[in-house]
Protein backbone atom coordinates (compact mmCIF):
# COMPACT_ATOMS: atom_id res chain seq x y z
CA UNK A 1 0.00 0.00 0.00
CA UNK A 2 1.21 3.22 -0.92
CA UNK A 3 1.56 5.85 1.94
CA UNK A 4 0.95 9.52 2.24
CA UNK A 5 5.09 9.71 2.81
CA UNK A 6 5.42 8.65 -0.50
CA UNK A 7 3.49 11.27 -2.31
CA UNK A 8 4.62 14.13 -3.52
CA UNK A 9 2.95 17.35 -3.18
CA UNK A 10 4.39 20.50 -5.42
CA UNK A 11 2.75 24.24 -4.63
CA UNK A 12 2.48 26.82 -6.88
CA UNK A 13 5.94 28.35 -5.62
CA UNK A 14 7.89 24.55 -5.46
CA UNK A 15 8.00 24.98 -1.84
CA UNK A 16 6.45 21.98 -0.65
CA UNK A 17 7.99 18.64 -2.03
CA UNK A 18 6.69 16.16 -0.09
CA UNK A 19 3.92 15.46 3.13
CA UNK A 20 3.55 13.18 5.44
CA UNK A 21 1.08 12.36 8.17
CA UNK A 22 1.86 10.28 11.51
CA UNK A 23 0.53 8.51 14.33
CA UNK A 24 2.36 8.39 17.42
CA UNK A 25 1.56 7.29 20.81
CA UNK A 26 2.59 8.98 24.52
CA UNK A 27 2.61 5.97 26.56
CA UNK A 28 2.25 6.48 29.94
CA UNK A 29 3.35 3.87 32.46
CA UNK A 30 2.87 5.76 36.41
CA UNK A 31 5.39 8.92 36.10
CA UNK A 32 7.26 7.48 33.07
CA UNK A 33 6.88 7.20 29.42
CA UNK A 34 7.68 4.62 27.10
CA UNK A 35 9.57 5.60 23.79
CA UNK A 36 11.42 3.75 20.73
CA UNK A 37 14.94 4.24 19.71
CA UNK A 38 15.00 6.20 16.43
CA UNK A 39 18.58 4.31 15.34
CA UNK A 40 19.50 6.50 12.44
CA UNK A 41 19.00 9.72 14.98
CA UNK A 42 20.01 8.13 17.84
CA UNK A 43 17.56 9.56 19.89
CA UNK A 44 14.54 8.41 21.48
CA UNK A 45 10.69 9.05 20.20
CA UNK A 46 7.16 8.24 21.02
CA UNK A 47 6.45 5.01 19.14
CA UNK A 48 4.62 5.39 16.31
CA UNK A 49 5.18 6.13 11.75
CA UNK A 50 3.33 7.31 8.54
CA UNK A 51 -0.18 6.36 8.18
CA UNK A 52 -0.79 4.72 4.85
CA UNK A 53 -3.51 6.83 2.29
CA UNK A 54 -6.19 4.06 3.32
CA UNK A 55 -5.73 4.54 6.90
CA UNK A 56 -7.47 6.43 9.50
CA UNK A 57 -5.20 8.52 12.06
CA UNK A 58 -6.15 5.76 14.16
CA UNK A 59 -5.73 2.84 12.40
CA UNK A 60 -2.54 4.08 11.29
CA UNK A 61 -1.77 4.02 15.03
CA UNK A 62 -2.79 0.41 16.03
CA UNK A 63 -0.40 -0.75 13.06
CA UNK A 64 1.98 1.45 13.97
CA UNK A 65 2.31 0.02 17.77
CA UNK A 66 1.67 -3.46 16.72
CA UNK A 67 4.91 -3.45 14.21
CA UNK A 68 7.06 -1.13 16.34
CA UNK A 69 6.44 -2.53 20.22
CA UNK A 70 4.01 -5.35 19.73
CA UNK A 71 1.32 -3.29 21.90
CA UNK A 72 -2.36 -4.32 20.88
CA UNK A 73 -4.41 -1.92 21.40
CA UNK A 74 -8.37 -1.37 20.40
CA UNK A 75 -9.22 2.24 20.55
CA UNK A 76 -7.48 5.65 22.16
CA UNK A 77 -8.37 8.84 23.18
CA UNK A 78 -9.16 11.01 20.15
CA UNK A 79 -10.68 13.89 21.94
CA UNK A 80 -7.25 15.18 23.10
CA UNK A 81 -4.98 14.50 20.45
CA UNK A 82 -1.32 16.94 20.50
CA UNK A 83 -0.04 17.79 16.71
CA UNK A 84 3.18 19.41 15.96
CA UNK A 85 4.40 19.85 12.44
CA UNK A 86 7.70 19.81 10.83
CA UNK A 87 8.97 21.96 7.26
CA UNK A 88 12.34 21.49 6.48
CA UNK A 89 14.13 21.30 3.05
CA UNK A 90 10.88 21.04 1.15
CA UNK A 91 8.90 18.24 3.28
CA UNK A 92 6.83 18.50 5.81
CA UNK A 93 5.22 16.34 8.19
CA UNK A 94 2.52 16.27 10.60
CA UNK A 95 2.96 14.19 14.13
CA UNK A 96 -0.32 13.44 15.68
CA UNK A 97 0.08 12.13 19.24
CA UNK A 98 -2.49 10.36 21.21
CA UNK A 99 -1.85 9.45 24.91
CA UNK A 100 -2.16 5.70 25.82
CA UNK A 101 -1.88 4.48 29.64
CA UNK A 102 -0.30 0.96 30.26
CA UNK A 103 0.66 -0.88 33.57
CA UNK A 104 4.14 -1.59 34.42
CA UNK A 105 3.75 -5.00 33.76
CA UNK A 106 2.50 -4.17 30.30
CA UNK A 107 6.14 -2.10 29.56
CA UNK A 108 8.36 -4.52 31.21
CA UNK A 109 6.70 -7.10 28.51
CA UNK A 110 7.11 -4.28 25.62
CA UNK A 111 10.45 -3.60 26.88
CA UNK A 112 11.95 -7.27 26.94
CA UNK A 113 9.95 -8.15 23.41
CA UNK A 114 9.98 -5.28 21.51
CA UNK A 115 11.62 -5.45 18.06
CA UNK A 116 12.86 -1.60 18.36
CA UNK A 117 14.90 -0.59 21.95
CA UNK A 118 12.53 0.82 24.12
CA UNK A 119 13.17 2.06 27.59
CA UNK A 120 11.14 3.96 30.51
CA UNK A 121 11.93 7.86 30.87
CA UNK A 122 10.86 10.81 33.46
CA UNK A 123 10.42 14.08 31.86
CA UNK A 124 13.46 15.09 33.70
CA UNK A 125 15.54 12.44 31.85
CA UNK A 126 14.47 13.35 28.69
CA UNK A 127 17.25 16.34 26.65
CA UNK A 128 18.40 17.54 23.46
CA UNK A 129 20.65 14.55 23.75
CA UNK A 130 18.73 11.57 23.54
CA UNK A 131 15.56 13.38 22.44
CA UNK A 132 13.66 16.47 20.56
CA UNK A 133 12.37 19.17 21.62
CA UNK A 134 8.61 18.49 20.05
CA UNK A 135 8.93 15.00 22.04
CA UNK A 136 9.66 16.92 25.23
CA UNK A 137 6.88 19.24 24.72
CA UNK A 138 4.47 16.62 23.78
CA UNK A 139 4.44 15.26 27.74
CA UNK A 140 4.47 18.68 29.14
CA UNK A 141 1.53 19.47 26.71
CA UNK A 142 -0.29 16.19 28.36
CA UNK A 143 0.48 16.68 31.78
CA UNK A 144 -1.22 19.94 31.80
CA UNK A 145 -4.07 18.73 30.74
CA UNK A 146 -4.15 15.79 33.08
CA UNK A 147 -3.37 18.64 36.12
CA UNK A 148 -6.95 20.41 34.67
CA UNK A 149 -5.08 23.47 32.63
CA UNK A 150 -4.68 23.31 29.05
CA UNK A 151 -1.28 24.53 28.50
CA UNK A 152 -0.86 26.01 24.72
CA UNK A 153 0.37 23.75 22.21
CA UNK A 154 3.22 25.44 20.93
CA UNK A 155 2.48 24.28 17.56
CA UNK A 156 -0.82 25.24 16.78
Known sequence: MREFRKNTFISDNGTVKSFSLRASALIVVGNKYLMVLNEGAKKYKHPGGHVHINESLLEGLKRELKEEVGLKIETANTEELFFDSL????????????????????????????????????????????????EIEAIKYYQGSTLGKQPENPYN
Open 87 to 134: FKDGSMMINTLFQIEISLEEAEEIISNSPMKTKLFTLEELNDQNTWES
